[in-house]
């Protein structure tokens, strides 16, 4: 069976966990996850508001490697903008089809696979006229824990995906360690409803009644409601969420920085987060290139630069 995949959406909740989880602690496990870069450097102190655009890259490998070798799965850009006062989340389809430095013009999900976190900036500089220098990587192995002991996320079960989520159920939750506790329960209806670990995961696999993009909807769905849960939540909770996930991260943010980046958001205090699909449906051509290569995404630089940019940035530059 495939490596859990697409669980870069709860790193959302991990810049809201780190705020509300109590200094001392949280800075002690930051430095457990965080790797020193020398371009990032931050000296402000606790509860200083970050001005400006910061942008985040939220990468979720599709196994238990965060160095490299497993391929990045789920990939998000997270902007903290607090001119604007304003949180926005932008997807960027695993399967954009773009040139690799040092290897070829492939899958965006790829890079990771061969040389990590480094590579993949590199790509989104080359192919998307981005300078990313703050990421979080995670692996799959966090996902059911934190939802569990978020007590669950609510989303929006249609249908047409019963049938669909009720198979990776059984999937997941051969992967469950709590399944000697809880019995494995199937969704049985449709609509919006509160799903536990193992279903949440179950949820944000669906890939065959839709597209990729619905699929990154759901992503993105799931993200916000996790943000929600996470800003309900007391210190506890934040701790044990804290736990499980740093332990399963790496980052180049270093722990003040973290700190800071969580004292924004909260002020920020965002309940619309504005999302944005990259490559746009209208300027996208979805396709099978070749055997070797696959389905791909080509898609047209200009237009959807423009606009993602402007998502990102606003009017100015």
């Given at each position: 069976m495939k490596h859990f995949k697409r669980v870069a959406f709860i790193l959302i909740g991990l810049i809201v966990t780190i705020c509300?989880?109590?200094?001392?602690?949280?800075?002690?496990?930051?430095?457990?996850?965080?790797v020193k870069d020398e371009a990032?450097?931050?000296?402000?102190?606790?509860?200083?508001?970050?001005e400006g655009i910061t942008n985040i890259l939220l990468?979720?490998?599709?196994?238990?490697?965060?160095?490299?070798?497993?391929?990045?799965?789920?990939?998000?850009?997270?902007?903290?903008?607090?001119?604007?006062?304003?949180?926005r989340i932008s997807s960027i389809a695993r399967d954009t089809y773009v040139d690799i430095p040092g290897y070829s013009t492939?899958?965006?999900?790829?890079?990771?696979?061969?040389?990590?976190?480094?590579?993949?900036?590199?790509?989104?500089?080359?192919?998307?006229?981005?300078?990313?220098d703050?990421?979080?990587?995670v692996n799959f192995v966090s996902f059911m824990d934190i939802m569990d002991e978020l007590g669950g996320v609510e989303v929006n079960v249609e249908e047409k995906d019963i049938k669909e989520i009720n198979k990776y159920i059984d999937a997941c939750y051969g992967y469950y360690k709590n399944k000697d506790e809880k019995d494995k329960e199937y969704i049985t209806k449709s609509g919006v409803q509160r799903l536990n670990g193992y279903q949440a995961l179950a949820f944000s696999r669906i890939r065959y009644t839709d597209s990729a993009f619905?699929?990154?909807?759901?992503?993105?769905?799931?993200?916000?409601?996790?943000?929600?849960?996470?800003?309900?939540?007391?210190?506890?909770?934040?701790?044990?969420c804290a736990e499980i996930i740093l332990n399963n991260t790496k980052t180049n943010i270093s722990p003040i920085e973290m700190m800071n980046l969580a004292y924004t958001v909260l002020k920020i205090n965002d309940k619309d987060i504005e999302q944005f699909q990259f490559p746009l449906e209208e300027?996208?051509?979805g396709h099978i290139i070749s055997k070797q290569k696959g389905w791909v995404l080509e898609w047209d630089k200009e237009p959807n630069l423009e606009a993602w940019h402007k998502f990102i940035f606003g009017e100015e530059k």
């Open positions: 509300l989880s109590g200094f001392g602690y949280v800075y002690f496990k930051l430095n457990k996850m965080y990032v450097k931050n000296t402000e102190e606790q509860g200083t508001m970050v990468v979720g490998t599709d196994g238990e490697y965060i160095e490299k070798w497993n391929r990045s799965d789920s990939m998000m850009v997270v902007t903290i903008d607090s001119k604007n006062k304003d949180i492939e899958k965006l999900t790829h890079a990771y696979a061969y040389e990590g976190i480094d590579l993949l900036k590199e790509v989104f500089k080359v192919n998307f006229n981005l300078n990313i703050k990421y979080i990587a619905a699929r990154d909807n759901r992503h993105r769905e799931v993200a916000e409601s996790v943000y929600k849960e996470f800003a309900q939540k007391g210190v506890e909770t934040y701790k044990k300027y996208r051509n």
